[in-house]
């Protein structure tokens, strides 16, 4: 089975701070670093690191090949990344020393999909292949449409969330990946055992895996409800956690493990990323993931 990732690919350009840049302030950064980043090229990496076949749907600029070789040398295929005269998407990224971040994100190259393209890629696509798309793109109702039409599966992080788009495709979405802010923006809801509780009312085909932070990840389809704790760490930088987390989940189950256990090494792997600095960077290996699964076992 193949994943493909209809996703963006960003140049994350990362400054480290005491606190975030209030109005009106000028502030020296301690370091900067520009990195390969995105949540669908985060996303691709993990995917690809975890072992899945993985092939990246996404458009960059005409100059940024070495974005491309990177993504490459990770062990995406990127054979249909298309290139554009549209800048390649870019984030600048705010990082303080209690590791939270405040992002801003330039769409750029990344909205510049074609019908035509998604068209092409999805002919290629057998049943039982996943699309897997983030809302850092265009043509997320299209490309599900057509995902539905060639039976192939459907997961949907929608971040960043935008409620209105996100209820309008749900009936596409075969798993839908949120933490739990996003999950109440979806339900209307305040705390978590009600956004739990409303969704299979409102959607009682849809399964749904929630990712809590320090609390860990719950999964409900249905009337089956699973939860799994969160792995205890220092975090440095929280990027590329859920990213992860997303990647290393959706190969597991690819691979034939139960949900339980793919979202334990799903933890496993944020746990080890948030650890490290950067996006797809920080990625761990299947074999760092393994190592650390038998020491907190």
């Not at 995406?76 to 020393?97: C, F, M, P, S, Y």
């Not at 405040?102 to 092409?120: C, F, K, P, R, W």
């Not at 995902?147 to 839908?176: G, R, S």
């Amino acid at each position: 089975m193949t994943i493909y990732n209809v996703g963006s690919i960003n140049l994350d350009h990362l400054y480290q701070l005491d606190h975030f840049v209030r109005p009106g302030e000028t502030m020296a950064s301690d370091s900067y670093q520009c990195l390969l980043g995105g949540k669908g090229a985060n996303q691709s990496v993990a995917l690809a690191k975890a072992g899945a076949d993985v092939k990246h749907v996404g458009a960059v600029h005409h100059s940024d090949q070495a974005v491309i070789d990177q993504l490459e040398s990770l062990g995406v295929n990127t054979d249909l990344i298309k290139r554009v005269d549209t800048a390649t998407g870019h984030a600048i990224i705010q990082l303080t020393k209690a590791a939270e971040n405040s992002i801003i994100l330039y769409q750029g190259a990344n909205h510049t999909l074609s019908e035509a393209q998604i068209d092409q890629v999805l002919s290629s696509a057998s049943a039982g292949d996943w699309v897997l798309l983030q809302n850092e793109t265009n043509l997320i109702e299209y490309t599900m449409r057509k995902a539905q039409q060639h039976q192939v599966k459907v997961a949907f992080n929608p971040a960043p969330m935008d409620a209105e788009l996100t209820k309008h495709v749900l009936e596409f979405v075969d798993l839908l990946i949120v933490n739990e802010v996003e999950g109440m923006d979806l339900m209307g809801t305040t705390d978590i055992d009600s956004t739990i509780a409303a969704f299979p009312k409102a959607y009682p085909e849809l399964a749904v895996l929630m990712t809590l932070g320090k609390a860990g990840v719950c999964y409900f389809s249905g009337n089956e409800t699973l939860s799994v704790d969160a792995f205890s760490v220092d975090a440095v930088d929280t990027t590329a956690a859920g990213d992860t987390f997303i990647g290393y989940c959706l190969s597991s189950l690819m691979s034939g493990d139960d949900m339980t256990q793919a979202i334990t090494r799903a933890c496993a792997a944020s746990a080890i990323c948030v650890t490290r600095l950067g996006a797809a960077s920080s990625i761990p290996t299947q074999d760092e993931v393994t190592a650390f699964l038998a020491e907190h076992s």
